[in-house]
C-alpha cells in the first residue's frame, strides 16, 4: 500500500508551494511592489521555477497514490500484483522529482523582469511551449483525463469490496483512504477544466 507515500510527497510538495512562492505572491503582487533586476533572481526565476516544479510534483504525486489505489482494490489479482514494493515508489517518486526538476530548468532561464517591473518570459518559442504544454497539458488535460478514467474506477472497485459481507479494519481504513482519493480527484477534475479552458 504505497498510497499514502505518495500523498505525503504531494502534502510536502503543497506546503513548498505554500511557503514559498504564494507567500511572495501575496507580499508583492498583492501590496503591488516592483520587482527590480536586483530581486528577480529570487522573485522571478526562483519562484517560478519552484511553483511550477512542486506543483507538477504534487500533482503527480497525486495521481500515482490514485492509479495505485486502483491497483489495491482491483479483485483480479494480476492487477494487484502491478502495485510496486516500497522500495520501488521510492524510486518513482525520486524519478518524478528529478523529471520535473529538470524540465522546469528553462523556467529559471526564460522568466526575466520586465520593463514594467514583473515576471515575464523573455522568448517567444518559450513562451508558447509554456503555455500549451506546462499549463495546458501538464496541469489541465493530462491530470483531467488521468483522474477521470482511475478515480471512477477505483470507485466501481470500492463498491465491489463493500459488497462483501465479512469486513476486516484494516479494509475500513483502505476504504476510506480510496474514498477520500475519488472526491480529491473529482475536485482536481472540476477545478482544473476552467483553468485549463481560460488558458
Known amino acids: 500500500?504505497?498510497?499514502?507515500?505518495?500523498?505525503?510527497?504531494?502534502?510536502?510538495?503543497?506546503?513548498?508551494?505554500?511557503?514559498?512562492?504564494?507567500?511572495?505572491?501575496?507580499?508583492?503582487?498583492?501590496?503591488?511592489?516592483?520587482?527590480?533586476?536586483?530581486?528577480?533572481?529570487?522573485?522571478?526565476?526562483?519562484?517560478?521555477?519552484?511553483?511550477?516544479?512542486?506543483?507538477?510534483?504534487?500533482?503527480t504525486s497525486f495521481c500515482m497514490a490514485t492509479f495505485d489505489r486502483y491497483l489495491i482494490t482491483a479483485r483480479d489479482v494480476h492487477i494487484r500484483r502491478m502495485s510496486t514494493t516500497r522500495q520501488r515508489t521510492k524510486q518513482i517518486i525520486l524519478a518524478i522529482v528529478i523529471i520535473f526538476s529538470l524540465h522546469n530548468i528553462p523556467i529559471a532561464v526564460y522568466f526575466q523582469v520586465s520593463q514594467t517591473g514583473h515576471c515575464d518570459i523573455s522568448s517567444n518559442g518559450y513562451s508558447r511551449y509554456y503555455l500549451y504544454v506546462c499549463q495546458v497539458l501538464l496541469h489541465g488535460i493530462l491530470p483531467i483525463i488521468f483522474l477521470s478514467i482511475f478515480g471512477p474506477l477505483t470507485l466501481k472497485h470500492l463498491k465491489k469490496l463493500q459488497c462483501r459481507t465479512h469486513i476486516h479494519h484494516h479494509s475500513k481504513h483502505d476504504k476510506q483512504l480510496s474514498f477520500m482519493l475519488f472526491l480529491m480527484s473529482f475536485t482536481i477534475v472540476m477545478s482544473s477544466i476552467p483553468y485549463c479552458i481560460e488558458q
Not at 503582487?29 to 528577480?40: F, K
Open 1 to 59: 500500500n504505497n498510497g499514502p507515500l505518495y500523498l505525503l510527497v504531494s502534502s510536502i510538495a503543497n506546503l513548498i508551494v505554500i511557503l514559498y512562492p504564494f507567500l511572495t505572491r501575496i507580499i508583492f503582487d498583492g501590496y503591488n511592489y516592483l520587482v527590480t533586476p536586483n530581486t528577480g533572481l529570487f522573485l522571478c526565476k526562483l519562484r517560478f521555477f519552484t511553483l511550477h516544479t512542486f506543483d507538477l510534483i504534487s500533482l
